[in-house]
Structure formats: C-alpha cells, structure tokens
C-alpha cells in the first residue's frame, strides 16, 4: 500500500519560508508518476501548488508568482516543498499527493497533510 | 486557467435519495477530470477518474459522467457514510484546478 507522510514545521513567521518534505513507502519516486503538492485553508477548497515528475521536471502553478521549489532526493524517497516570502494567506493544510499520468490522469494516494500556520 | 463552477455548493438530502452535483468547466476539459470525497479531518479520497471510471474499491453507487465543459458525479443511493464534501478536479492543463466542493449534509 503507497503511504506518503508530510514533515516540517507547523508555525513559520511572516516573509519566511515554508518547508515541508514527504516520505513516500510502498513505491518509488522513480516511478512514472507526479508527486505533487496541493493545500486547504482552514474551512476552505483545495488549491494545486504544483508538482514533481520521476524525471525531476517540475511544474508550479503560476499565482504563486515563482516562490515555490520542489525537488526530490532519490535515495531517501521523499520529495519536498519550499515556498518562500510567506503571509498569513499561506496558512493552510499542506497535502503531498501521488498523481497517475495519461488517460487515467488523478491523484490516487494522499497523505494526511499538515497544518502549517503562518505568524509572528 | 480552467476555472470549474461546482453545483450546488449545499446539499441537503435524505438516505436513500439519489443525488447529482454538476461541475462545469470555463474551457474544454476533455475527459481528463475527476472526483474525491473529503470527511472532516481526513485527506480527500479519488472517487471517479477519467469522468466516468470508478476508482477502485470505491462503491458502485457512484458514478461519473460528462465531457469537455459538463461533469456530474451521481450518487445513485446516499449511505450515511456518504455525508461529506466532493470536489471536482481538471487535469487537462496547467494549473490544475478544483471546484469550490459541495457539502452534503443529513436532511
């Protein structure tokens, strides 16, 4: 069964920079899928952030105007998020995501997520 | 952006009533759309990919139709565990978007 686990701090101060890796088990990154990243505002929907493929292309969406990084480190089969220059608008359960590519194109496995609260 | 219109984003409904939410999408999403449930506290879960395949595991009360700018996802017999929040997802084109959800809630 593919689990995937999110880590980091859960408290990061305004202009700062939020970082958060996922331990994936039960597959390999190298595997052909999209490791993604995907966040909920406390009470609100889901927002795509953007996403990692088994070639370590990287594709982020665009309102989040080039402060998210994603990368991935093989050997400990895990891939992370940074996104830099916080605000409070950022606070948010952060998801990591497995996403199935071609015709059956869906996130298949989450991870549980995890609160990550932006203030001073 | 493909923005996605999600109806209705309240639901009030009884076990055993069939029940239909509507996602329409700004542009055309092909058949590269799908659905998940999300419970209070819990990471949402993939219902219905491709528009229409049942994701494994998933009951067959549910269902998925639709292409290019119209996707329903029907629930043909609401189950007390079935109350819970549904959203829609394209994946045609960057940025992938989500529906603003529907809560169905007990009547």
């Known amino acids: 069964q593919v689990q995937l686990e999110e880590s980091g701090p859960g408290l990061v101060k305004p202009s700062g920079t939020l970082s958060l890796t996922c331990a994936v088990s039960?597959?390999?990154?190298?595997?052909?899928?999209?490791w993604s990243w995907i966040r909920q505002p406390p009470g609100k929907g889901l927002e795509w952030i953007g996403e990692i493929n088994h070639l370590g292309a990287t594709i982020s969406n665009p309102s989040l105007k080039g402060r998210v990084t994603i990368s991935a480190d093989k050997s400990k089969n895990q891939f992370s998020l940074n996104l830099t220059s916080v605000t409070a608008a950022d606070t948010a359960v952060y998801h990591c995501?497995?996403?199935?590519?071609?015709?059956?194109?869906?996130?298949?496995?989450w991870g549980q997520g995890t609160l990550v609260t932006v203030s001073s | 952006d493909i923005q996605l219109t999600q109806s209705p984003s309240f639901l009030s409904a009884s076990v055993g009533d069939r029940v239909t939410i509507t996602c329409r999408a700004s542009q055309d999403s092909n058949s590269y759309f799908a659905w998940y449930q999300q419970k209070p506290g819990e990471a949402p879960k993939l219902l219905i990919y491709a528009a229409s395949t049942l994701q494994s595991g998933v009951p067959s009360r549910f269902s998925g139709s639709g292409s290019g700018t119209e996707f329903t996802l029907t629930i043909s017999s609401l189950q007390p565990e079935d109350f819970a929040t549904y959203y829609c997802q394209q994946l045609n084109s960057y940025p992938l978007t989500f529906g603003g959800g529907t809560k169905v809630e007990i009547k």
């Open positions: 039960g597959d390999s990154i190298t595997n052909t899928y999209w």
């Open positions: 995501v497995r996403k199935k590519m071609g015709d059956g194109r869906s996130a298949d496995f």
